[in-house]
């Protein structure tokens, strides 16, 4: 399927759950999953099963209530190096330049002015961004500023890009322009990265990943863990077009509608 | 083929039109400003016309007209007479305005980034926010005397608490969500302070500054009033007390304009280091 045989898994997390609220609300339990290294892995559920609360733990944001949650064999505490993460938000800072924001990690970590100009350089013209560096965010579209907030994460050249619903806020044109974007970055071969991808798109998530992690309705957990028959590089209209396409479809939307607690449909 | 070539017109049409849509727009905005400042100056003659007309009217013992101001207005700025009492107020204000800014921004932070502080200290803050600052003048004068150092003292406390308590909230108001970005890309406490907690509180800390000003014009006049020795203020009083009207509003239309002057550049200022709060307000 993919290029790369997998090895060891990159993240685990293993009986792992997370409550709210002293133990009011519980977004996950009993919940197990692998990640795979170099895989795109697309969680989908319904909103609020803990989808983006599993992804604040694995990027060190948010502690585990119990059970393991590993990166690379350790346990995560706080932001780990080497994982990125792009939000739904945005979380562009309004009073930093485009470059100075897409600069932001790398500035963070100290990297020397003259790497950080050519990294940021570069992810900045592959999105098309080239000629903007002076801009604020509030002089941009959407879609170009979740650009920078992708240039951002790309740039700390991260092993494991984290992205919470990144697509979400955006209009359906920007976001399939968006998505095809994401998939050309992703298919050189040096830009290739473990991708941990939360959408409630299930459009998104085949177009996008390698496996789809199905997860429930609060209490989440893993339902069910489909691997995709679509290999790479990846054409979107021949996917589209592909009778598999549909069918994979129907499978995740029935899951997903089983998945939802009856008195909430 | 007829595609290509409608989409190539259609792009060149697109290109005039958001030219000519600009041109109109700019025109708009051209008319509207002239009809704003026409507007302004109409007012400003009828306003100032009915006041020198009912003005005459008066006792001038009592009230004044605008050609009388004005003509005593050259007279003391001729003689230095404004000067001399404007100058030593100014001094104060800038003493005063300053020390409240820095104590004030400072004790802000402090009070926001340590919880121990802001439970220890903050309820005396809220308290003497809350009395009026006019009620501790006295105490002041009595404290301090009646030189400069006391009216430094009494602007300060007029100005220090909008600028601790604005600080204070702005930090506070620092969006959450941003906090987290800089989190996730391993920003350190300092790092985290001085990309995105001060930035995001700088609009409420240059409306803590505002506020300060306004607060500070009040107390730097009260000061005037209460030692009564020099100042703008006892110029105020000085000319009330031997009737001169005319002269009186010389430095009473000297404060106003002063207070619009600083206002408008602290306006400038927010512009200069906070550019994505106007667009914010603007839209």
């Known amino acids: 399927m993919t290029a790369e045989p997998s090895t060891a898994p990159v993240i685990v997390a293993a009986n792992a759950s997370k409550l709210f609220l002293d133990g009011a609300v519980t977004a996950f339990r009993q919940l197990d999953l692998e990640v795979r290294d170099r895989e795109t892995l697309c969680i989908v559920g319904p909103s609020g099963c803990g989808k983006t609360t599993l992804l604040r733990c694995i990027a060190g944001l948010a502690d585990l209530s119990g059970g393991k949650l590993l990166l690379g064999g350790a346990p995560i505490k706080g932001p780990p190096q080497g994982v990125a993460m792009v939000f739904q938000h945005f979380g562009l800072l309004p009073w930093k330049t485009v470059y100075a924001n897409a600069a932001f990690g790398l500035t963070l970590a100290g990297a ?73 970055i992703m298919e050189r071969l040096e830009e290739r990265k473990t991708m941990v991808f939360i959408t409630h798109s299930i459009d998104e998530a085949i177009l996008l990943g390698d496996r789809i992690a199905v997860m429930t309705a609060r209490p989440g957990r893993i339902k069910e863990i489909i691997d995709l ?35 909430a449909a | 083929m007829s595609v290509s070539i409608q989409t190539g ?9 958001t030219a000519l849509a600009r041109k109109v727009a700019i025109e708009r905005r051209r008319q509207r400003q002239i009809l704003t400042v026409a507007i302004r100056l109409a007012s400003l003659v009828v306003v100032l016309g009915l006041w020198q007309i009912l003005g005459a009217k008066v006792d001038a013992s009592l009230f004044t007209t605008p050609s009388a101001i004005a003509r005593a207005a050259v007279v003391m700025i001729k003689s230095g007479e404004l ?3 404007l100058w030593p107020s100014l001094v104060v204000l800038a003493i005063g305005l300053t020390l409240a800014a820095i104590v004030g921004i400072a004790v802000g932070l402090l009070l926001a980034r340590f919880w121990v502080l802001d439970v220890a200290f903050g309820s005396y803050i ?12 006295p105490l002041i004068v009595l404290w301090a005397g009646f030189d400069v150092t006391a009216k430094v003292v009494i602007l300060f406390l007029f100005a220090f608490f909008p600028m601790a308590i604005n600080t204070h909230q702005g930090v506070k108001n620092v969006d959450p969500k941003l906090i987290e970005v800089g989190r996730a890309f391993r920003a350190s406490e300092w790092q985290l302070w001085t990309n995105i907690v001060l930035p995001g509180a700088l609009p409420f800390i240059v409306t803590g500054l505002r506020l300060a000003v306004g607060r500070g014009l009040i107390g ?3 000061a005037d009033l209460y030692t009564a020795i020099s100042g703008i203020g006892y110029l105020i009083v000085r000319t009330a007390a031997t009737y001169e009207v005319d002269k009186m509003f010389v430095p009473i239309v000297t404060l ?17 280091v906070a550019p994505w709060t106007a667009s914010a307000a603007r839209e």
């Not at chain 1, 700390?156 to 976001?175: C, G, H, N, W, Y």
């Not at chain 1, 990846?234 to 899951?255: K, S």
């Not at chain 2, 106003?256 to 200069?272: F, K, Y």
């Open chain 2, 83 to 85: 000067w001399h009492y």
């Open chain 2, 9 to 17: 017109t259609a792009v060149a049409d697109g290109a005039a039109e």
């Open chain 1, 229 to 263: 028959p679509f290999g790479r590089p990846r054409d979107v209209e021949a996917i589209r077009a592909d009778p598999r396409y549909a069918e994979l479809r129907a499978h995740i939307w029935h899951e997903l509608k089983a998945a939802r607690p009856a008195r």
């Open chain 2, 220 to 222: 730097m006049v009260l």
């Open chain 2, 126 to 137: 809220t308290f003497l926010y809350s009395i009026p600052s006019v009620a501790l003048v």
């Open chain 1, 112 to 184: 020397p002015a003259a790497v950080i100009r050519e990294r940021v350089g570069h992810y900045l013209d592959l999105v098309g961004l080239a000629g903007f560096e002076q801009h604020y965010p509030y002089q941009l579209s959407g879609g170009m500023q979740q650009r920078v907030g992708l240039v951002r994460a790309l740039a700390v050249d991260p092993k494991i890009l984290l992205m919470d619903e990144p697509f979400a806020s955006l209009d359906a044109q920007t976001r399939e322009i968006l998505q095809e974007e994401l998939l050309r």
């Open chain 2, 256 to 272: 106003g304009l002063l207070g619009v002057t600083l206002t408008a550049l602290l306006r400038v200022v927010e512009l200069q």
